[in-house]
């Protein structure tokens, strides 16, 4: 017999020839009946536990009406044998156990029938305590989370809830892609979203500007060696290959989900989205129903705000008149050269001086009646707006898309000791080298307009890039040596599996050629 804390039940079908019988144990009625040969085919009977009616707000007289009415509309042609918690057929399965369902009235615990779109995830821990949004997409619950960066998760909730509480994120006019400053609750920037489908190739791109370009100059238009409108990948790929080698100059990014109605939607996606809140409003068992009460959700790039940054070019311009003290300069020389690895490696198709970030903060001295401490000169850089890298090839078109640091006095120094030791080992590992790939492979491959041959493209050029600054490192070139070496890829082989192109596959062989064409406008 069932217990107030719940039975599991197995519901079966077995034939019998037997008449319906009804048995009365403890004051409860159960009924054994009798049943016909079933097909096997038939729907499986596990769904109709899912249909068990619950009674939190029906009254006594209610609750036993319904009983009887369903005691009565049971035919004589099944019968149910009962099974206890481990499994095993239950001494009285020879005769049906109905499940005494415990009713408490009043406001107890509300209990909520499974439906088909959470069933088969019951012991997956929730990882939202938030009420239903109306910008929150049910079918993609647990795609905002990171079991292994809770603090980035702490900042994605944040957003949510700023988002839910109307502080609404704020279109950056730079640049030629929409992207948002994301806020908290209280107004505060913490990242930077960057949507898909607003990137210059997206199709709800908000620029007018790139849109004229797009429609009367289309030759002229975007990077031949780029895949198209996967910029959000590569700023999320920039900051994996940061963390895999520890560089620490790209603030954390990671693929997000967000929706908000100051991102640039279809006029359809909008109409749509109003309409469903009037009917919830007036009609709330309705917009129960709904999938989504708000706008759909975009994917993107969530890239962490970092505070009080300025571009490089403005700084680097008053080092020209006010040069750095000895120590703060050696450490800008190993920032500076983390950021040469960094997108040399990436191969980085829009590094200029105004999208790249320096804090700098002048030593003070203390105070003399001792309330303020001396405090050193701080010196850290970051790289930001890494969405144009990864190409499938090196540039040999019209444009070179040199890096601009290699015009600063600072890319003539040879690479220091501690940026040798820091990477070197890593990258002449093939392993660790391989280990980066299949990371990369991960992150790309959520994206469905990616191609496995042409991302096996993006990592030739990646891997040729790694091998010529192995090199350079070994050899104790500086980062504008660097920039004048050959192009190179490692392309990994494809062999054969069966007679027809097919049937073909990558091996874990690679071979080694040189880029013979260079671009019309070469810069050195």
Not at 65 to 84: A, L
Not at 506 to 512: C, D, I, L, Y
Request: aromatic letters at 10%; one cysteine or more; proline letters at 5%.
């Amino acid at each position: 017999m069932a217990q107030n804390g719940g039975l599991l039940v197995d519901v079966e079908v077995e034939p019998s020839t037997s008449e319906g019988v009804e048995v009365v144990k403890n004051g409860i009625k159960s009924v054994t009946l009798g049943v016909g040969e079933i097909n096997s085919n038939t729907k499986n009977m596990f769904e109709g536990v899912d249909s068990i009616q619950t009674y939190q707000n029906a009254s006594d007289s209610d609750v036993g009406q319904v009983g009887r009415e369903r005691m009565n509309s049971v035919t004589s042609n099944h019968s149910i044998r009962s099974y206890d918690s481990t499994g095993v057929e239950s001494a009285h399965s020879g005769e049906a156990l109905l499940p005494d369902v415990g009713y408490h009235g009043g406001g107890g615990s509300r209990a909520t029938p499974k439906s088909k779109n959470t069933r088969g995830r019951e012991n997956t821990p929730l990882m939202r305590s938030r009420n239903r949004s109306e910008y929150e997409d049910l079918d993609d619950e647990m795609f905002n989370n990171w079991p292994n960066d809770p603090s980035f998760n702490e900042l994605i909730k944040e957003a949510e809830t700023a988002i839910d509480q109307g502080v609404y994120p704020t279109r950056i006019y730079q640049g030629s892609s929409g992207s948002y400053f994301v806020k908290n609750i209280e107004g505060k920037t913490i990242g930077v979203f960057k949507p898909k489908d607003e990137e210059p190739y997206g199709r709800l791109n908000p620029k007018w500007t790139k849109w004229m370009h797009r429609m009367c100059c289309p030759c002229c238009f975007g990077r031949s060696c780029l895949i198209p409108n996967q910029g959000y990948m590569s700023e999320a790929g920039a900051s994996l290959v940061d963390q895999k080698l520890g560089l620490n100059v790209v603030p954390i990014t990671k693929v997000v989900k967000l929706a908000s109605e100051t991102f640039n939607y279809l006029r359809i996606d909008v109409e749509k989205s109003k309409a469903k809140k009037v009917v919830n409003e007036h009609f709330p068992k309705v917009g129960r129903k709904f999938h989504r009460l708000g706008l759909p959700p975009k994917k993107g790039s969530f890239q962490v705000f970092v505070e009080n940054f300025k571009d490089a070019d403005f700084h680097l311009r008053k080092f020209e008149s006010d040069p750095l003290d000895p120590d703060t300069s050696k450490h800008f020389q190993l920032q500076f050269e983390r950021l040469v690895v960094l997108d040399y490696i990436i191969r980085n198709t829009d590094r200029g001086n105004d999208n790249w970030l320096i804090n700098y903060l002048k030593a003070k001295a203390a105070s003399e009646n001792g309330e303020e401490e001396a405090t050193p000169a701080s010196i850290q850089v970051a790289a930001i707006d890494n969405g144009l890298a990864f190409p499938t090839k090196h540039p040999d078109s019209w444009r070179a898309y040199p890096y601009h640091w290699a015009w600063l006095p600072y890319a003539k120094i040879p690479f220091s000791q501690e940026t040798r030791d820091l990477v070197l080992d890593k990258i002449s590992d093939m392993n660790f080298v391989q280990d980066i790939c299949d990371d990369m492979q991960n992150l790309f491959m959520t994206d469905k307009g990616i191609e496995r041959q042409m991302f096996e493209k993006q990592m030739s050029v990646m891997r040729g890039q790694i091998l010529n600054l192995s090199q350079a490192l070994k050899d104790g070139k500086s980062p504008l040596q660097l920039v004048q070496m050959p192009s190179v890829f490692i392309e990994r082989s494809r062999v054969h599996v069966g007679s027809t192109d097919k049937f073909r596959k990558f091996s874990n062989s690679f071979t080694q050629r040189f880029q013979k064409k260079a671009p019309f406008f070469s810069w050195y």
